[in-house]
């Protein structure tokens, strides 16, 4: 596998179901994305971590619970979610998320989630 | 704050016509500036990148873009499209916060 993986590629879960994205790069970057894509609506970054460590959460309502036990792999768990959460969720990486350094992020192809 | 504006949210044209997506950018000490695409369904592919250097940038399936500091713009272009370059376009910034700020994205709508 190279570039970013995400699974599942597709998702449909109730409102009271427990489900987890997974992301996994084979860069060998350090910095990892979790951003939400809406339809008609921007992307939205959600959350950042740097070297296993989070360092943006972008009011992110606790109902997504992002984790991340190594560089190379970023999880997003999900609990009780409503139905406006239905989007695509895009992972990403980059070499580190440090002010001033150059950052192009490399993005896998998301899961898209439907939240009945 | 830093912030990407795309001018226009959709253009449509017609197949082998000229096409150009604006983006403008925050002025800022180093600016690294991204075009990324996006074909439904799927994530988001780097286009080209500016870091330094030469002002006009060549990425690929024949697009460029051309930095301008004085207009702090970076507007993408083609001189002739094809149908399967419908899709999803995306500026973005990156330098002084570590991570990337995009724009709101502009959708390529080329018909026959």
């Known amino acids: 596998e190279t570039g970013v993986t995400q699974t599942p590629r597709h998702l449909v879960m109730g409102m009271t179901n427990k489900k987890s994205l997974k992301c996994e790069q084979h860069?060998?970057?350090?910095?990892m994305y979790w951003y939400k894509q809406s339809a008609k609506k921007p992307l939205e970054l959600m959350f950042v971590y740097n070297f296993k460590e989070q360092t943006e959460n972008n009011s992110v309502p606790s109902r997504f619970s992002p984790e991340c036990p190594n560089s190379s792999h970023l999880f997003l768990h999900l609990h009780t979610l409503q139905p406006e959460d239905s989007a695509l969720y895009l992972c990403?990486?980059?070499?580190?998320?440090?002010?001033?350094?150059?950052?192009?992020?490399?993005f896998g192809p998301g899961t898209r989630l439907t939240v009945l | 704050a830093q912030s990407v504006t795309q001018l226009d949210s959709q253009v449509p044209v017609f197949e082998e016509a000229p096409v150009e997506l604006r983006c403008n950018y925050s002025s800022s000490v180093s600016v690294y500036l991204f075009w990324y695409v996006q074909y439904p369904n799927q994530g988001l592919q780097l286009l080209l990148k500016?870091?330094?250097?030469?002002?006009l940038v060549k990425g690929i399936n024949g697009f460029e873009a051309e930095f301008n500091k004085s207009q702090t713009s970076f507007h993408l272009r083609k001189p002739s499209v094809h149908i399967s370059d419908t899709a999803e376009y995306f500026c973005a910034q990156g330098g002084n916060t570590g991570k990337l700020i995009f724009g709101q994205g502009t959708t390529l709508q080329v018909k026959p």
């Open positions: 990403a990486s980059s070499p580190a998320a440090v002010s001033g350094i150059y950052n192009e992020q490399f």
């Open positions: 860069l060998g970057h350090n910095a």
């Open positions: 500016y870091l330094s250097g030469s002002t």
